[in-house]
């Protein structure tokens, strides 16, 4: 009786051991397939988001209202000009000065880091008539393409023009029709959704084109070219020339979202709430 005893409270002992295994094995498996820790979850209507190397978040809330968050979530400043119409795009490679494109008034406004306006120039007084992407370029000024002349032009912040590429008319047919650009590097990358990434150097010569067609925008971290696509987040290696998919966390999933990554965060928005991540 006494060992019948001993041998059920070692069985016993045994089980509850192997769940215990079993639960920190399964904790381990949930750590490797959802690596991500939930920061923050914002409630704002976002139309566009971009972040910084400072991994602040700047949202264009759905009212025309520009937001910027610190990489905890916590709103920092504002900044609300209607009488440019709804801001479309922000441009925040230096933190410092952050460039927002309006486009219904061609207007480029440049903030400072805490939202507050730096300066302000209307693309018409360029004698430009349509502008669908630019860019801050590395050395502060402002790339654009003129679909007009089937040119990339480099303006400095007064409005004179310092560069311009050949009629790119003759090596694209009948030119691009770029949605988003930014300048990485000593790289332009122009996304063009029926040709691709399209690769400058920075005096405006074409290199080559990257054949990931059908996207609105993306990043350049790290000599990787992240971005999403079919409902999939992607890393695209510009020196291997190798592709990988990207988990994203739990539940999230690409749709009509916005996601960026900056170092260790990942910022995941719909139209209702923006989700801060962090990771290893």
């Not at 050949?166 to 009948?174: A, G, H, T, V, Y």
């Not at 405006?204 to 925008?217: F, V």
């Amino acid at each position: 009786m006494l060992k019948n005893s001993y041998s059920l409270i070692l069985w016993f002992g045994l089980f509850l051991m192997s769940l215990n295994i079993s639960k920190a094995q399964d904790s381990t498996l949930q750590a490797i397939v959802n690596p991500y820790l939930l920061v923050d979850s914002i409630e704002v209507n976002a139309s566009f988001i971009t972040t910084d190397v400072l991994q602040n978040l700047y949202v264009i809330e759905s009212e025309g209202e520009i937001i910027k968050f610190n990489p905890s979530g916590k709103e920092m400043f504002r900044f609300t000009e209607f009488q440019l119409g709804q801001p479309a795009h922000i441009d925040a490679t230096n933190p410092f000065q952050v460039l927002v494109y309006f486009p219904e008034y061609m207007s480029i406004v440049t903030l400072d880091q805490t939202l507050s306006k730096t300066g302000e120039f209307s693309l018409f007084d360029l004698e430009l008539l349509s502008v669908d992407a630019l860019c801050f370029s590395n050395d502060g000024n402002i790339w654009l393409y003129d679909p007009i002349d089937f040119k990339l032009k480099k303006f400095n912040r007064t409005g004179d023009l310092i560069l311009s590429s050949q009629d790119l008319s003759l090596p694209f047919e009948k030119g691009m029709d770029p949605n988003f650009m930014l300048e990485r590097g000593n790289w332009l990358f122009v996304n063009d959704p029926q040709m691709g990434v399209l690769v400058f150097d920075v005096y405006g010569e074409y290199s080559k084109t990257i054949a990931i067609d059908s996207l609105t925008e993306f990043q350049v971290l790290n000599n990787q070219l992240i971005y999403a696509k079919d409902d999939h987040l992607f890393s695209y290696h510009l020196k291997s020339f190798q592709t990988r998919r990207i988990d994203l966390p739990n539940k999230a999933s690409i749709g009509d979202c916005f996601i960026r990554v900056e170092k260790n965060r990942m910022y995941v928005a719909d139209k209702e709430v923006v989700k801060l991540y962090s990771f290893k």
